[in-house]
């Protein structure tokens, strides 16, 4: 059996595990990444977790063939640096290169959302597909785009940032500095905002009760709980949310008709109440809506998981 190791570097926290042949991932060891701090402290970290993981999994780092790494920004693959990552307040940070002289290991580094879309692939939603992509809807806005059974990271590494296509001209202002990007809109954190509008309008609403009479409780469960109530105003929050969602996966299809697109994050657990109106939304206006075969739209399946196994799963990936 083979062992390796995928590491989910977040700007929160760092998970670290042992993932088998099998894509099981055996054990976890995790730690706080308290950002911002220098490279090679937080690499200490990732080392120490990796050691912990393996120790917890019954193995010894011999046993383990790779690590891999999954980090916020822009990854470059052939310096294995974070160019730049604001939530980690990396800029040309070489962390393969320290992880590996710490560790003694071959190291792989790629974007998150990428690494979670390949773990996607690998292991869940996506198993048997070749071409597929993933968004992931948290915070943020993720994209990871692959190809032929690997992660396309753009020709410079900078590419498939699909939270930041725009889906309302001069609309409201983005982390990114644009306006009107599908990450405003389409993220639990847009969810949130258009849900506490739509209350504030409508004094009546169920969405109230949902969250006991205080929008700071707001989450991204209320409009569907308040819609599953039967309140109008909650159906018309999901009508304009899924509107927005729609809307990017129309773009992707137009753009890259794959075979599946994969949504991801907490809010991905409404399942068919999420993704059955953006299918059926998407796939009536994209120019391919008279193909007899196009593109599928599922949720995924392996939640946090899923970018340690695609980190674990890197040698294969790029
Ligand atoms: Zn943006």
Known sequence: MTYRVGIDLGGTNIVAGVVDEEYRILSKAAGKTRAPRPVAEVVADMDGLYRQCVEKAGLTTDDIQSIGVGSPGVINREKGEVEHAA??????????P???????????????????????LVAG?????????????GTGVGGGIIVGGKIWPGSYYGGAELGHMVVEKDGVPCTCGRNGCLEAYGSATGLIRMTREKMRQCPDSAMWAQCGGD???????????????????????LERYTDYLACGVANIVNILQPQLIVIGGGISKEGEKLVA??????????MSRYSKQNTAITTAQLGNDAAIIGAAMLESAQ
Not at 87 to 96: K, T
């Open 87 to 96: 939530n980690l307040a990396f800029l040309d940070a070489p962390v393969v």
């Open 98 to 120: 320290l992880l590996r002289q710490r560790s003694g290991k071959t190291v792989y580094m790629d974007n998150d959302a990428n690494v979670a879309a390949y773990g996607e």
């Open 125 to 137: 939603a996506g198993r048997g597909y070749r071409d597929m992509v993933a968004i992931t809807l």
């Open 215 to 237: 929008v700071e409780a707001v989450d991204g469960r209320t409009a569907f709980r308040a819609a599953d109530s039967g309140d109008e105003a909650a159906k018309q929050v």
């Open 277 to 286: 109106p953006i299918r059926q939304k998407a796939m009536g206006v994209v």
